[in-house]
């Protein structure tokens, strides 16, 4: 079974750090690609972040660069989304999704294969 599994989420003040997982069960993620994606209340979901595990390739979205960095554990067959100087407007249901080789869905801005129920941010005084 191809799973997603996201945690780390949780409260933290402005400018404060974060460190989301995303543990893949069921396929090994070397040549996937990851990607992060978020949702705020009443807003539209937005890719974050994209990283193709093969080569390192990664984008992030102007909202994020700088402050947002994707990291693998290889060990562990999970990524992470570490978040630094996050923002009120960081708040959001983080996903992480994948997908299966030979496409570029992520970094083109098309649907991902498989997704995680997600894991809440919150950031606030």
């Known amino acids: 079974q191809v799973q997603l599994v996201e945690s780390g989420g949780g409260l933290v003040q402005p400018g404060g750090s974060l460190r989301l997982s995303c543990a893949a069960s069921?396929?090994?993620?070397?040549?996937?690609?990851i990607g992060w994606f978020r949702q705020a209340p009443g807003k539209e979901r937005e890719r974050v972040s994209c990283?193709?595990?093969?080569?390192?390739?990664?984008d992030y979205a102007d909202s994020v660069k700088g402050r947002f960095t994707i990291a693998r554990d290889n060990a562990k067959n999970t990524v992470y989304l570490q978040m630094n100087s996050l923002k009120p407007e960081d708040t959001a249901v983080y996903y992480c999704?994948?997908?299966?080789?030979?496409?570029?869905?992520?970094?083109?801005?098309?649907?991902?294969?498989?997704w995680g129920k997600g894991t809440l941010v919150t950031v606030s005084s």
């Open positions: 990283f193709r595990v093969s080569d390192g390739t990664t």
């Open positions: 069921g396929f090994a993620l070397d040549y996937y690609t």
């Open positions: 999704a994948a997908e299966e080789p030979f496409g570029s869905s992520c970094f083109l801005g098309y649907e991902m294969d498989y």
